[in-house]
């Protein structure tokens, strides 16, 4: 189990690889951005993308979960209180291998609640050749270890 304290600014965390196909992102664009270029392969070729891109939201759900899986669940991590930034640099395309960062930016206690901590955190999906995909800097609570 990862506490407060066992997360220092400058860390980073490599949060794994996956690939994404092409049926996870239409069947997510249905359901969450139903646009032409996320859900019908001949619209997606004619548009500016030249074929089908997953969702910026699709994206950013795919780092959560990795981020999630290798981090998240085996912490004190109490949720997050919004995000600073969330960016969208390159389209991800169907069949690409992904891999996630999890950076930790800065570390303060908290000042009201004795139990916790706050980071400053980045999440940074890349594509198969390095290339930055999505960024987003967030804030999150963390216990402190029990005493």
Known sequence: M???EDFHPGEVF???????????????????????????????????????????WHSGSIAMG??????????SCMGSPGMERLRWLKPLRGGETVNVK????????????????????SLELYDKAGNLLMDAIATQFYGLRPK
């Open 102 to 121: 999890f950076r930790i930016l800065e570390s303060e206690l908290s000042k009201t609640r004795p139990d916790r901590g706050k980071l400053k955190v």
């Open 14 to 56: 490599d949060c794994g690889s996956r690939v994404v196909t092409k049926e996870e992102i239409i069947t997510f664009a249905k359901q969450f951005d139903p646009q032409s270029f996320h859900v019908d392969e001949a619209a997606a070729a004619r548009s500016h993308f030249g074929g089908l891109v997953a969702s910026g």
């Open 66 to 75: 990795m981020v999630a899986t290798a981090l998240l669940l085996d912490s």
């Open 2 to 4: 990862r506490y407060f």
